[in-house]
Nanobody, 124 residues
Framework: QVHLVESGGGLVQAGGSLRLSCAAS????????MGWFRQAPGKGRELVGAINWSGNSTYYANSVKGRFTIYRDNAKNTVYLQMNNLAPEDTAVYYCAANEISGVRAPLYEYDYWGQGTQVTVSS
């Protein structure tokens, strides 16, 4: 069992930045592909981006490409989501998730473990 805890959410004005963190409670963190998802009110959960076990492969949704960056520190069992130039449509609960087998383009249902989520609100 892998326990994931997100932090770093909050309220920010449009154009601002936030960095989310996700700490994992497993010594095998470096073997997992890590994904960031988000869910806005009334909408489904969508993949924002993902990073492979070593950090040398990433994937981003078109809506965040060029604004968001995912990176990881395997020594700290932590994955990060740096979000720049935030817009009101980025408002959502952001979740990190881990999958053992699939790569960075894996869909939601292939992720094995999920965090509890952190709220990001972007005001206009």
């Amino acid at each position: 069992q892998v326990h994931l805890v997100e932090s770093g959410g909050g309220l920010v004005q449009a154009g601002g930045s936030l960095r989310l963190s996700c700490a994992a409670s497993t010594p095998t963190f470096s073997t997992y592909t890590m994904g960031w998802f988000r869910q806005a009110p009334g909408k489904g959960r969508e993949l924002v981006g993902a990073i492979n076990w070593s950090g040398n492969s990433t994937y981003y949704a078109n809506s965040v490409k060029g604004r968001f960056t995912i990176y990881r520190d395997n020594a700290k069992n932590t994955v990060y989501l740096q979000m720049n130039n935030l817009a009101p449509e980025d408002t959502a609960v952001y979740y990190c998730a881990a999958n053992e087998i699939s790569g960075v383009r894996a869909p939601l249902y292939e992720y094995d473990y999920w965090g509890q989520g952190t709220q990001v609100t972007v005001s206009s």
